[in-house]
């Protein structure tokens, strides 16, 4: 596709149940991130990858949270035994390595 | 201190006035800097870039000083279009890590 995919668009969990969340980056772009953002705030970097390997994953809020990326390309967020303070809209944003980043629409998820 | 700081606003204007946004950041050694854009319920979008030479798209002219370490947006004749919340990027690290802002909202009204 010409820009990023995520999927679901939206995910309503119950509580402590795992979800994972996909994102398909521009084809050819090394970096990916991942950023969460609650409502009205702003957003919270979660993870960075270069190609396959994720140099900074300070961001990961618990070890609840994992991510990976496969074939330099496809990434998936897991997050375990969900908890409502995990409702978010998680963005992913892909780069060619310059710092412009391209995102996706999100994946709006609801921990009831 | 966070590394990158906005003013959240909201910064209520009229259409037609100037509004100008200040960011700061904390790493000297950050290479690079944007603006991006986020509508309500959007994702962020790449406004401009920022070089030390000052650029300007349109309406827009951003403008980095290096010595203070903040960055600036400026938006002149604002329409009503331009109601969004305006995000800082920085870029640091080895590996290009972006940092965003928290953002400053503008609300344009007639």
């Known amino acids: 596709g010409a820009g990023v995919s995520q999927s679901p668009s939206n995910k309503v969990t119950e509580k402590g149940k795992d979800v994972e969340l996909r994102c398909d980056p521009i084809?050819?772009?090394?970096?990916l991130y991942w950023y969460r953002q609650r409502l009205g705030q702003g957003l919270e970097f979660l993870i960075y990858?270069?190609?396959?390997?994720?140099?900074?994953k300070s961001g990961l809020p618990s070890d609840r949270f994992s991510a990976e990326r496969t074939g330099e390309s496809v990434s998936t967020l897991t997050i375990q035994r969900t908890q409502q303070e995990d409702s978010a809209v998680y963005l992913c944003?892909?780069?060619?390595?310059?710092?412009?980043?391209?995102f996706g629409q999100g994946t709006r998820l609801t921990v009831v | 201190r966070k590394e990158v700081e906005q003013d959240p606003g909201p910064f209520n204007v009229p259409e037609g006035a100037t509004v100008a946004f200040n960011c700061t950041y904390s790493?000297?050694?950050?290479?690079?800097f944007f603006w991006y854009r986020q509508d309500c319920r959007k994702e962020p979008k790449l406004l401009m870039s920022?070089?030390?030479s000052g650029n300007e798209d349109g309406r827009f002219t951003a403008q980095l000083n290096r010595a203070s370490q903040y960055i600036s947006l400026l938006i002149r004749d604002s329409k009503l279009s331009d109601s969004a919340t305006y995000l800082c990027?920085?870029?640091?690290?080895?590996?290009?890590?972006?940092?965003f802002g928290a953002g400053t909202r503008l609300a344009v009204h007639p």
């Open positions: 944003a892909s780069s060619p390595g310059t710092g412009v980043a391209f």
């Open positions: 084809s050819g772009h090394t970096a």
């Open positions: 990858f270069q190609g396959n390997s994720a140099p900074d």
């Open positions: 790493n000297s050694a950050s290479q690079s």
């Open positions: 920022v070089y030390s």
């Open positions: 990027v920085v870029v640091s690290g080895g590996y290009n890590k972006l940092i």
